[in-house]
């Protein structure tokens, strides 16, 4: 991809998010369109697998701070007002291939802008007028997925397949790009730089060789498989290794899982969100299980016993005469462990349940309670605090 090609590229506009929005929008963006344009959602469907590259191509980009202030700064220069009048091709005889090179230490280009093959060399992971850039060996992207597990295998760990369609080396030609017992050239029109210089009355400008499109290199009987990228995309099953205790939407990294680097460059990571199913009783805090008990009015007013559910099995508890409504007991290590050895407890509310309906006997026993403790005002200190602030 060359140095217009990138800058036209509108990342915002793909994402469908404004210049200014946030990691998290844009995070949250990219998340969105690429469950809907995942190739597995959408097998055989061409024009969402070619949505879903570009999507992945934008978010590359944006989610990374340095590279989007990079981006940012060339739309910035070069969208029509940024110090070249017309933007891009309009006749003002620069192109935006020229600024990424030049030879000689003295050279400057117009406006005193020396620096911009730099600033836009980070962007596209090279330096203006560098040699052999081209050959030079890059890391491959990282690559975003999610997986979803129960609430119970987020707790103990869990060991998860996966099905993943992504750019992976060819299988065929091992990442050559050209077809099994055969090898690439080197370009002879830039000498395997992927660099090509011209001169433009006193300055000379580098741009990437049109004969191998940058590469350096040129390949005459392209593999059959990915047709001379060395790059295909491919279905492959990956053993996931949940560790116990993770979290609703922690990220789990698998390295070197990710797209296979260029030029013998090692691969990126492949990064796993995971997503927890809500459990039907338990819920959660930090490293402690939560749980919710009904009891009756009598049990908290004369105390009692109570056999209450754990995720391995039950355990007793004492609830001491005249606990209140809402008071939590705790059941030490009987939450979430933890592979640093750190054990959470489980929690357990107490929650008075009310009948919605009481029967005669049920309801004279009540009415015999009330008249017994008439003289107990559960709302004395409320009511003590109303007269005051009314006076």
Not at 2 to 11: T, V
């Amino acid at each position: 991809m060359s140095a217009r090609d990138w800058i036209e590229k509108d990342f915002y506009r793909e994402l469908g998010v404004t210049s200014d929005a946030s990691a998290d929008d844009i995070k949250k963006a990219y998340r969105k369109l690429a469950r809907v344009l995942h190739p597995d959602a959408n097998p055989g469907d061409a024009k969402a697998e070619a949505r879903f590259k570009a999507v992945s191509e934008a978010y590359g980009v944006l989610s990374d701070t340095a590279k989007r202030k990079q981006y940012d700064e060339a739309r910035r220069l070069f969208s029509g007002g940024g110090g070249f009048p017309g933007g891009f091709g309009t006749g003002s005889g620069f192109d935006v291939g020229d600024l990424f090179g030049r030879q000689g230490a003295g050279a400057q280009q117009p406006g005193g802008m020396g620096g911009l093959g730099d600033l836009l060399g980070g962007l596209f992971n090279r330096r203006a007028g560098t040699a052999g850039s081209a050959t030079r060996p890059r890391r491959g992207e990282d690559v975003e997925t999610d997986v979803r597990i129960d609430f119970t295998e987020a707790v103990k760990g869990a060991t998860v397949p996966m099905r993943l369609s992504s750019p992976a080396a060819c299988g065929t030609c091992s990442g050559s790009g050209a077809r099994p017992g055969t090898t690439p050239r080197t370009c002879a029109n830039c000498g395997g730089a992927g660099l090509v210089t011209r001169s433009q009355g006193a300055f000379a400008f580098s741009e990437p060789c049109t004969d191998c499109r940058g590469t350096g290199r040129i390949v005459d009987d392209p593999c059959p498989e990915c047709g001379g990228d060395g790059v295909s995309t491919k279905s492959r099953t990956l053993t996931i290794r949940i560790p116990p205790g993770v979290d609703d939407g922690q990220r789990i990294r698998l390295a070197g899982q990710g797209e296979p680097g260029r030029n013998s460059g090692p691969n990126g990571d492949l990064f796993v969100r995971v997503h927890v199913n809500p459990h039907p009783l338990f819920g959660r805090s930090g490293n402690d299980l939560t749980l919710t008990v009904p009891v009756t009015f009598p049990e908290l007013a004369l105390g009692t016993t109570l056999t209450v559910p754990t995720l391995e099995g039950k355990v007793t508890l004492k609830v001491p005469a005249g606990t209140a409504s809402g008071r939590v007991l705790r059941a030490k290590g009987k939450g979430i462990a933890k592979r640093d050895g750190q054990v959470g407890d489980l929690l357990i509310t107490l929650n008075v349940a009310v009948p919605n309906n009481t029967d005669a006997a049920a309801r004279e026993a009540l009415e015999n309670y009330a008249s017994a403790t008439a003289k107990h005002d559960p709302r004395a200190e409320l009511n003590a605090l109303l007269e005051k602030r009314s006076v």
